[in-house]
Nanobody, 125 residues
Framework: QVELVESGGRLVQSGGSLRLSCAASGGTFSTYSLAWFRQAPGKEREFVASIGGWSGGRTDYVDSVRGRFVISRDNAEGTMYLQMNSLKPEDTAVYYC?????????????????WGQGTQVTVSS
């Protein structure tokens, strides 16, 4: 059973930066793809970014964050990161990390069978 724990969320001003971390334990981490999703109040959970298994050479981003966010992974440490730059108020949400059942990164939540508890990111204007 894999456990995922997010950290790094906090209140930040518009234009600022944050780095979220997702620490994995209890199972195979390096083989499968990982992703960040987010959910704002009153909205559905939204795909943010994903990274492929093993070396993580393949990445994917939702258009609204491409060029501002960078996803990465450190398999030796069992940790995934989301570097968020030029933050905007519309980035405010609870951010969740997820581990896929596949090696190739995808955007569909149904492809991810392990989820963290979430970390709150609030961007003030």
């Amino acid at each position: 059973q894999v456990e995922l724990v997010e950290s790094g969320g906090r209140l930040v001003q518009s234009g600022g930066s944050l780095r979220l971390s997702c620490a994995a334990s209890g199972g195979t981490f390096s083989t499968y793809s990982l992703a960040w999703f987010r959910q704002a109040p009153g909205k559905e959970r939204e795909f943010v970014a994903s990274i492929g298994g093993w070396s993580g050479g393949r990445t994917d981003y939702v258009d609204s964050v491409r060029g501002r966010f960078v996803i990465s992974r450190d398999n030796a440490e069992g940790t995934m990161y989301l570097q968020m730059n030029s933050l905007k108020p519309e980035d405010t949400a609870v951010y969740y990390c997820a581990l896929s059942r596949y090696k190739v990164p995808t955007r569909a939540p149904r492809d991810y069978n392990y989820w963290g508890q979430g970390t709150q990111v609030t961007v003030s204007s």
